[in-house]
């Protein structure tokens, strides 16, 4: 038993757990978790040895290995395979020792510890690892040294995996891995026959690998019995609140506070202004409960929507260098699809975003985009292309040079940056912040077209509710990248396949995908694990969906009556001052006349677009 009793670890004298207490039985599968900077890693550091507590103890069996995922690629010459097989440590020994041994008793003690370790299979069980993570047989054979760093992660992953260690620790495992590796794991550690403990925060990895949640929240430990959905249940049941209502609060606050601004002061509406207070003060009490808010993310709407198809390619080849990577693609995008990507890494979807992103040319065919398309790229190898050294605000006052300092915070705050965090430099942001920015900064120009490519790499599972909710708020066309199946499910219509140098409608749903990842290449031992009961995301997707064709009028209402608004006021403002030059009543009374009597056409004007605004929000906040 793992057993965290009264535990308290300060950093630079903030607490990150606080008399923190927790007891984790053998064979438990454990997933960690908590908001970004909560101390999760923090935690595994202090049951590796590798930091102190300040107070308490963690207690766990003497002869327990402890398996962690190694923070530093393997880089030299060994095979993937032969790097693996050097993870199970006592195999290693046993085999050398076993070449150099003379005494019967010990050959016999060293046979009999290779039969109960099953030493002589591991090169099978090692090779299905590596084919469940990605790798070829031919690739297996190769140096180590002549993969990329995320590719030697993925072999530090299988080697700590084949080790299987009496209690396993993985820090995000999924980060290196595409969708299809995520989904070989989620199946591999459904049967892990030891203790595990991991951080994630893949929902769907929760819901099916996992039995246990461990939460970190105000310091403190508690662990839930089930998968990810029942602990989300049983939290919301707990605190009565979870953080869609808090968001569908804020939204009928929003309303509510517009109203009351535009109408407090005219008398005829101030009835119902006192009521909308009354209201929002009730409200209060409710909103005060959540101490721990996620700020939603914006992803603004295209100003006009074009006619479709917005992108079409007709016979296209490309690639680079003169090498084909993708041929005969006849696609076609429209406004209102929502297209998720699958295929495995290096079949070539990163090459086909770069094609509809107009970042590659075809070789052969042809692509038409339609005229004044807008498209907005976000890849999580973009950090790179951010100034480590300039801050948030730097970033978005290169894009608004002429617009006054006000205009320029607010669009930094609506990203994620107020106030003083907008001042920030970039290399002292977190992972989440670093993509919140990009996000920003790829979306600025209210595309038609949004490509996300991994976008929930370092975003927390709050974070990531509230880019699926941005996603399907959003109006325009949205291609997806992703290992996260939870928000492929809750945001993707439509399924498009990148394999054998092509790209295909999948006619299946994730589930016949996840079947056929597992069926196709031996990648490693399907468990048949039965997933944890959970809400539906395409009951998210198509409640979105329904909601944006539901709403898009009233909308569409608000916003007209608002220009129109503006527009009066600003005639209003223009009249009212030539009409203040009393010298004009006595030198030209017939256009003073004129000017009092347009005056009171724009009064009229204002009140009747006050009243389309104040009819239409009303029907935005019943809808």
Same mark, same amino acid.
């Given at each position: ?543 979105? %969906?329904?909601?944006? #064709?539901?709403? @898009?009028? $009233?909308? /569409?209402?608000?916003? &007209?009556?608002?220009? +129109? !608004? =503006? ?18 009543? %006595?030198?030209?009374? #017939?256009?003073? @006349?004129? $000017?009092? /009597?347009?005056?009171? &056409?724009?009064?009229? +004007? !204002? =009140? ?16």
């Amino acid at each position: 038993m793992l057993v965290i009793d009264d535990l308290t670890v300060r950093i630079a004298g903030r607490a990150l757990l606080e008399n923190a207490s927790a007891r984790i039985t053998p064979g438990s599968r454990v997933g960690l978790v908590g908001r970004n900077g909560t101390g999760k890693s923090t935690l595994f550091n202090v049951i590796t040895g590798d930091m102190g507590a300040e107070q308490g103890t963690i207690e766990f069996p003497p002869r327990w290995r402890i398996g962690r995922l190694a923070q530093e690629a393997p880089n030299g010459p060994e095979s993937l395979l032969e790097v693996v097989l050097k993870a199970h440590t006592e195999r290693t020994q046993l085999l050398e020792e076993a070449e150099t041994a003379h005494d019967p008793h010990r050959i016999a003690e060293i046979q009999t510890r290779l039969v109960d370790i099953d030493a002589h299979s591991a090169p099978s069980r090692a090779a299905a690892i590596l084919s469940g993570l990605g790798f070829s047989t031919a690739d297996q054979a190769r140096p180590c040294s002549e993969f990329s760093g995320g590719w030697r992660m993925r072999v530090a992953l299988a080697a700590t995996l084949f080790a299987e260690p009496d209690l396993l620790l993985l820090d995000e495992p999924t980060n290196y891995l595409d969708l299809e590796g995520t989904l070989w794991l989620q199946d591999h550690l459904a049967g892990y026959p030891s203790t595990m403990i991991i951080i994630s925060h893949d929902r769907d990895l929760l819901d099916n690998a996992v039995n246990q949640i461990l939460s970190l929240e105000n310091k403190q430990l508690t662990l839930y019995r089930g998968g990810y959905s029942d602990f989300e249940r049983l939290r919301r049941e707990r605190m009565m609140l979870d953080q869609k209502m808090v968001k569908k609060q804020e939204a009928q606050r929003k309303h509510l506070q517009a109203f009351v601004d535009r109408f407090r002061a005219k008398a005829s509406k101030a009835r119902q202004a006192q009521s909308r207070i009354k209201t929002l003060a009730k409200m209060e009490p409710i909103t005060s409960l959540v101490n721990d808010e996620v700020r939603a993310i914006i992803i603004p709407p295209p100003d006009k929507l074009l006619s479709p198809p917005i992108i079409a390619t007709d016979d296209v080849d490309v690639g680079y260098d003169g090498r084909v990577v993708l041929s005969g693609l006849s696609l076609r995008i429209d406004n209102d699809d929502r297209i998720a990507l699958l295929g495995a890494n290096g079949n070539g979807k990163s090459t086909l975003v770069k094609l509809l992103a107009g970042k590659l040319k075809p070789m052969q065919g042809t692509i038409t985009r339609a005229a004044t398309l807008k498209v907005g790229y976000f890849a999580q190898h973009q950090v790179d292309e951010l100034e480590m050294e300039a801050s948030p605000y730097d970033h978005v006052r290169r894009l608004m040079p002429d617009a006054p300092e006000a205009k320029v915070r607010a669009r930094v705050g609506s990203i994620g940056f107020s106030g003083q965090a907008g001042n920030t430099k970039v290399e002292k942001l977190s992972g989440g912040e670093k993509a919140r920015l990009l996000l920003g900064l790829a979306t600025f120009a209210a595309p038609h077209l949004i490509i996300l490519d991994e976008p929930t790499n370092h975003l927390d599972i709050d974070s990531r509710a509230a880019l699926i909710e941005a996603i399907n708020d959003y109006p325009g066309a949205v291609i997806l990248v992703s290992h996260d199946r939870y928000l492929l499910e809750a945001c993707a219509d439509r399924l498009w396949l990148v394999q054998g140098g092509g790209v295909a409608p999948f006619e299946g749903d994730l589930d016949d995908y996840r079947r056929q990842v597992l069926a196709d290449g031996n990648r490693g031992n399907s468990v048949g694990s039965k997933s944890s009961p959970r809400s539906d995301p395409s009951e998210v997707r198509r409640a979105a %969906a329904g909601k944006r #064709a539901e709403t @898009a009028p $009233l909308r /569409k209402r608000i916003s &007209q009556a608002e220009v +129109a !608004i =503006a527009q009066l006021t600003r005639q209003l403002s223009k009249l009212d001052a030539t009409l203040a030059d009393g010298a004009l009543f %006595a030198s030209d009374p #017939a256009r003073a @006349a004129e $000017l009092s /009597k347009t005056r009171a &056409q724009v009064v009229a +004007a !204002i =009140a009747k677009a006050e009243e389309e605004w104040l009819a239409a929000s009303t029907a935005l906040e019943t809808a």
